[in-house]
């Protein structure tokens, strides 16, 4: 079982429309949650990260979070062109020495459909 | 202010040779992460330096090392290159060790021939 998992898509959504893309994760353990948006070429752009359960509300995005069932969710409101990219779910774990480093998941592929 | 720096954007080399990337963190940040990305997956934990010192590594073969300097500044080297070595390189940066949001720069993509 992978740490992280995502589906690859792509997921189709209509222009205006909502995008909900979903994230799961193995270690119960696990304290924080990012997601970030990664287009083509480019490197990834942290966009939300939540931290408690419940919903956390960022402009057009919203991020959902259930620690009892290991996941975490990413809702994109009113859809645009320009939200055409890979999604990337992280989660972030404790490492020796009081590090931490980021385990992602392979990344869902949005495309918006004027 | 300033982003995440990274260089060089690109780099080719041969099998078996050695390359060092290089990375500048946010202003104020002390804390620098290593990350590599291949086509089509997510990004992989390489290292973390905070304060010179590593506080992480990553399941990576020893041919790959780092260092961070007393600006914060780090460099990432890989010696012996193999043909798997081709991906992005991300750097990331964030205020301290345990400090969980990490911001990403440009990267260096790798081809390795």
């Known amino acids: 079982q992978k740490e992280v998992e995502q589906n690859s898509g792509p997921l189709s959504v209509p222009e205006g429309a909502i995008a909900s893309l979903n994230c799961t994760y193995s270690?119960?353990?696990?304290?924080?949650f990012f997601w970030y948006r990664q287009y083509s070429g480019k490197s990834p752009e942290l966009i939300m990260f939540i931290y408690s359960n419940g919903d956390k509300e960022d402009g057009r995005f919203t991020a959902q979070l259930n620690k009892a069932s290991q996941y975490v969710s990413l809702l994109i409101r009113d859809s645009q062109p320009s939200d055409s990219a890979t999604y990337l779910c992280a989660v972030n774990s404790v490492i020796k020495a009081a590090g931490n480093k980021l385990t992602f998941g392979g990344g869902t592929r949005v495309l918006v459909k004027p | 202010d300033a982003g995440v720096t990274q260089s060089p954007t690109h780099l080719i080399k041969t099998r078996g040779q050695q390359v060092t990337l290089r990375c500048s963190p946010i202003?104020?940040?002390?804390?620098v992460s290593w990350y590599q990305q291949v086509l089509g997956q997510g990004p992989q934990f390489i290292f973390q330096?905070?304060?010179?010192?590593?506080?992480g590594r990553g399941n990576f073969p020893d041919r790959f090392s780092a260092r961070q300097f007393p600006n914060y500044s780090s460099e990432l080297n890989v010696n012996a290159l193999l043909l798997g070595d081709s991906a992005l390189y991300l750097c990331?940066?964030?205020?301290?060790?345990?400090?969980?949001?990490?911001?990403f720069g440009p990267g260096t993509r790798l081809t390795v021939l």
């Open positions: 330096y905070y304060e010179k010192e590593e506080r």
């Open positions: 990331a940066s964030s205020p301290g060790a345990s400090y969980n949001e990490q911001f």
């Open positions: 202003s104020g940040h002390k804390s």
């Open positions: 270690d119960r353990g696990s304290q924080s």
